[in-house]
Structures are given as structure tokens and as C-alpha cells.
């Protein structure tokens, strides 16, 4: 349901990555959306392979499955889906919640 906390698991032994990690996925929401703007899709397909191979090492496999969307629909040629798919990153990261364990 909309608004409503996602709970990602992850390894104890990444704990010290994690905020990080999260604060450069931030990053990459704002570098998307300026691409967006400019209909910059190498750069899209570029933030979108490196999402799509970083989520899932972390335990973030949505992130990767948004990545590769994104990366999919760039290297197409086809931005008609990126503005959802980039709403849909913001809206995973605000409601992306971690615990350890």
C-alpha cells in the first residue's frame, strides 16, 4: 500500500555502508532527474546499469530491478517510461526502511 514503509533485511556486516550507500542513491535520484531534463538518456542507461548492479549486493533488490528498467528503456531509445520509473526510485528511498539482522 502507498506510503507505507519498505522493510529491507540486511547483513549486520554492512551496517557501516548502508547510510552511505543510501545517501548516493540519493545522489542518483537527483543526477536522473536533471538527465530527465535534458533527455540525456547515455546518462539515464549509465545511473541505471550502475543501480542495477549495486541494489542487490546490498540486499536492495528493487533498486536493481528499477535499474535495470531504466537502463532497458535508455539503451532503447524509449524514455516514454523513465519519469515513472524515476518516481518510483523516489518514492522507494522515502519509504525504505533498514534493519540489520
Known amino acids: ?10 547483513d549486520p556486516d554492512l551496517e557501516e555502508l ?5 545517501e548516493n542513491r540519493a545522489r542518483d535520484l537527483t543526477r536522473l532527474r536533471e538527465a530527465l531534463g535534458k533527455n540525456d538518456l ?3 542507461q549509465s545511473v541505471g546499469h550502475s543501480l542495477k548492479g549495486v541494489g542487490g549486493g546490498y540486499g536492495f533488490t528493487r ?9 532497458r528503456a535508455a ?5 516514454a517510461p523513465l519519469p515513472g520509473l524515476v518516481s518510483e526510485l523516489a518514492d522507494y528511498l522515502g519509504r525504505v526502511v533498514v534493519e540489520y539482522g
Open 1 to 10: 500500500m502507498a506510503g507505507e514503509k519498505i522493510v529491507v533485511k540486511v
Open 18 to 22: 548502508i547510510p552511505g550507500f543510501l
Open 42 to 44: 547515455p546518462s539515464v
Open 63 to 71: 533498486l536493481s530491478e528499477i535499474g535495470a528498467e531504466m537502463e
Open 75 to 79: 539503451r532503447a531509445g524509449d524514455p
